[in-house]
């Protein structure tokens, strides 16, 4: 590979080479190293060791995983949960790590706090203990999620052993039509490769779709890579990222910030450059789309039906059909739109940016939700933007409850499940059984798609709903 | 981490595709200590009658066969922590979740990736004689199903070598203390925005 035929990604790979095994395993130098509350068995670790963490300054603990929804006045109750986001404080303390708690600020969802603090920028490698670290890629940083021994290697070494993963460029042409948003383009692209279509893969996502997209819609886009099996996924930086990391609490300033918008301009695919796979979409076909199953795979356009597990011909994978629909309670042949639904969750490091709360509450204006349903903001400043908009009146005035910022029902382990049985339209990122609580069956969509369900009370293809645009762009 | 050479033992079939790493270990016993000890929490909300693992003629299982995209989902290690303390020594299947496979291999599991209907087959063989051993030879790279036929798999050299000889790899990285320094050094200069605040 030459220098003049290289990706994004083998820009930003190359640069952060350490040292390489005549194996071909890269010691990949690490820029950034969020931690959540999930991080005590890497601490565990390194103290075991009697190691210390390399940088610090590069090194940030954020409580988001086990973190309230509900009022965060009085203690937590759970002494389990409380002991997660109090031994995070106190291993960020000890550590000397700047640490993101639970009355902070900025506090807020990692993949929603990083890159509104500046801390996410471009041409950076970033990991977490967390495998929507992906997100991050939307600012052309390649960032993936790590396991707890990885974790303890990066807080010892800052750096990471790595194999050069593959490359896929997945095109989105044309214009999403009406209603339509990333999360649908995002979906559209899992059902169109399955959820190991990019195992082993850095997808950089390419197009004039993608180029249209902001910075929220973009971040939703990379988010869910891992859910196509991917390592990483990536979009090249431009004005649209520069501004809006110009500015932001820890971003670069003045002619720091000139230094390295220069760079970052250089970090774009070269024109000529290949990719091992190439997958293109039509973004006016895309439709807004559920899933039926229990793999983010199952996503198909809301206008169709439960799929026939009799219509499958290798029997192993109609039985596995079979599996998901007695586990989602769905009888083939039914329309989508004929789903009832008990519950609405709008949230998650996917969908809980003002975008997406701006989208939900443009149908939800005026209106009134049939079902119970939590809307949970991504972190404490997109909570005060959206109140300062009026968007929790919306929320509120429609019936839906309005929390503090976390993971929440997405992974279920601050106390906000789905009870057993219970059907949800979530914006999230997973669909697996239990995903959000035992026997809770979960559809994946958009947070309009989720809005317009909660009105209705069933799947709902939010373009058949009359809806009014907030006077926002 | 117990090195990993060779294995004998009798191997489980799990005939599902995508099973993720929230059902390997569900979400509440993730706050446990390891030392509370993993095994009881995996593929917990699974354990429904008939589910395979707990099926007396696949007991003393160490080798779990399974479908496509294995321990896919969230970055859990715990998911590793539950089968290794299961008494999962290896897992075959057509593919693997990439964290997964990588938190494996830390922790001395190891991923075995052959063609779906290599792997489906395999899956057949055990259900046919329940409880029949498979070999892992990973010197050899071959797994040696109940019809005596070894099958070559591949795997990375690095990988390879840690588990044959359980390296820790902080140890491992230590050893290029001067590359990092050097590093370190050039890239501050190249990109002083790196550090926040600066």
């Known amino acids: ?473 | 981490m117990d090195p990993f050479v060779t294995l004998t033992a009798p191997a489980v079939p799990l005939d599902i595709a995508n099973i993720d790493t929230d059902q390997l270990l569900p979400a509440r016993f993730l706050k446990k200590p390891r030392s509370a000890g993993y095994g009881n929490f995996l593929l917990r909300d699974e354990r429904k009658p008939g589910f395979p693992l707990d099926d007396p003629a696949y007991a003393g299982a160490r080798v779990l066969v399974t479908d496509r995209n294995f321990g896919c989902g969230s970055s859990r290690e715990g998911a590793v922590y539950a089968l290794v303390d299961g008494g999962f020594r290896c897992v075959v299947a057509p593919s693997f979740g990439d964290i997964f496979a990588a938190n494996a291999a830390k922790n001395g599991l190891l991923t075995i990736t052959l063609p779906e209907e290599t792997v489906a087959e395999l899956r057949r063989q055990l259900q046919e004689t329940p409880g029949a051993a498979v070999t892992v030879d990973l010197p050899a790279q071959t797994l040696t199903g109940p019809d005596g036929r070894p099958l070559a798999f591949a795997i990375d050299p690095f990988k390879k070598e840690c588990l044959i000889e359980g390296l820790d790899d902080v140890a491992l990285t230590l050893r290029h203390q001067d590359a990092i320094d050097a590093f370190d050094r050039a890239d501050a200069a190249a990109r002083p925005w790196l550090v926040p605040g600066t």
């Open chain 1, 1 to 473: 590979m030459t220098s003049h035929h290289r990706s994004l990604f083998d820009k930003v790979w190359d640069a952060h080479l350490v040292a390489t095994r005549p194996d071909g395993q890269a010691l990949l130098a690490i820029d950034r190293h969020f931690l959540h509350e999930g991080s005590f068995h890497a601490f565990g670790m390194i103290d075991h060791a009697k190691r210390p963490v390399r940088r610090p300054e590069l090194t940030f603990a954020v409580a988001d995983h086990y973190v309230p929804s509900h009022s965060r006045a009085k203690p937590i109750a759970d002494p389990e949960i409380a002991n997660m986001v109090t031994m995070l404080e106190a291993n960020a303390g000890r550590h000397g790590l700047r640490h993101f708690g639970l009355h902070d600020p900025a506090q807020g969802i990692v993949h929603v706090l990083a890159p509104e603090q500046g801390l996410t920028l471009p041409g950076l490698t970033i990991v977490c203990g967390d495998s929507h670290t992906s997100t991050h890629g939307a600012f052309g940083a390649l960032a993936f999620g790590i396991g707890a021994t990885e974790v303890s290697h990066v807080l010892a070494t800052q750096t990471l052993w790595q194999r050069r993963p593959r490359t896929m460029r997945v095109t989105v042409d044309g214009e999403l039509g009406a209603h339509v948003t990333a999360k649908d383009l995002i979906l559209a692209v899992i059902g169109f490769i399955g959820a190991d279509g990019a195992a082993g893969h850095v997808i950089e996502y390419a197009g004039s779709a993608i180029r249209a997209l902001s910075m929220e819609g973009r971040l939703t886009v990379c988010n869910m890579s891992i859910e196509a099996g991917a390592r990483a996924g990536m979009i090249a930086p431009d004005d649209t990222t520069f501004s809006w990391i110009e500015g932001r609490t820890y971003a670069p300033k003045g002619e720091l910030f000139d230094r390295a918008v220069e760079h970052w301009r250089t970090l774009p695919s070269d024109p000529d450059a290949a990719f091992d796979r190439e997958v293109s979409l039509d973004a006016a076909a895309i439709a807004p789309s559920v899933t039926w199953g229990t793999s983010p795979e199952t996503a198909v356009p809301v206008t169709g039906a439960v799929p026939d597990p009799g219509a499958e011909s290798d029997p192993v994978r109609a039985g596995q059909m079979r599996k998901m629909l007695d586990y989602m309670g769905l009888t083939p042949g039914t329309r989508l739109e004929e789903v009832g639904i008990d519950r609405v969750f709008i949230g998650s490091c996917t969908n809980a940016r003002l975008e997406d709360l701006r989208a939900a509450a443009a149908v939800l204006r005026g209106r009134r939700a049939v079902v119970p349903g939590l809307v949970v903001p991504g972190s404490v400043p997109v909570r005060r933007q959206a109140e300062a908009e009026g968007l929790d009146r919306v929320f509120t005035d429609a019936g839906l409850e309005w929390g503090e910022p976390g993971c929440s029902m997405c992974v279920g382990i601050n106390g906000d499940l789905v009870p057993a049985g219970e059907r949800c339209a979530s914006t999230t990122n997973r669909n697996f059984p239990g995903r959000q609580g035992p026997n809770a069956r979960t559809h994946l969509m958009s947070p309009a798609m989720a809005a317009a369900a909660a009105v209705t009370g069933k799947l709902t293809d939010v373009r058949t709903l009359d809806v009014r645009k907030l006077g926002v762009s």
